[in-house]
């Protein structure tokens, strides 16, 4: 199953974690990001987060992150487990 058939989320809003919030979305993907450091690393989060959606197979979804400086490996995992929950896995 590769549709996100669900609200999901994942992580918390403390510092160096990223939370993520997972919908249905039927046009496409639609990415908000949220950052403290985002003049800096927006680009390498939105990155990250296109290539995680893409080895998943995500192709329609609305994701929303708030970070708070979280690593890479981070972001990585929270999205992956926000795409599992909003996949119904």
């Given at each position: 199953?590769?549709?996100?058939?669900?609200?999901?989320?994942?992580?918390?809003?403390?510092?160096?974690?990223?939370f993520v919030?997972?919908?249905?979305h039927?046009?496409?993907?639609?990415?908000?990001?949220?950052?403290?450091?985002k003049?800096?690393?927006?680009?390498?989060?939105?990155?990250?987060?296109?290539?995680?959606?893409?080895?998943?197979?995500?192709?329609?979804?609305?994701?929303?992150?708030?970070?708070?400086?979280?690593?890479?490996?981070?972001i990585?995992?929270?999205?992956?487990?926000a795409?599992?929950?909003?996949?119904?896995?």
């Amino acid at each position: 199953m590769n549709d996100i058939i669900c609200r999901a989320t994942a992580g918390t809003l403390e510092s160096s974690d990223v939370f993520v919030t997972l919908e249905p979305h039927a046009q496409g993907l639609e990415i908000e990001i949220d950052s403290v450091v985002k003049n800096q690393f927006g680009d390498a989060i939105q990155k990250t987060v296109e290539d995680v959606l893409a080895e998943l197979d995500v192709r329609n979804a609305k994701l929303s992150i708030v970070d708070r400086g979280a690593l890479d490996c981070v972001i990585r995992a929270r999205v992956e487990t926000a795409v599992m929950r909003g996949k119904g896995e």
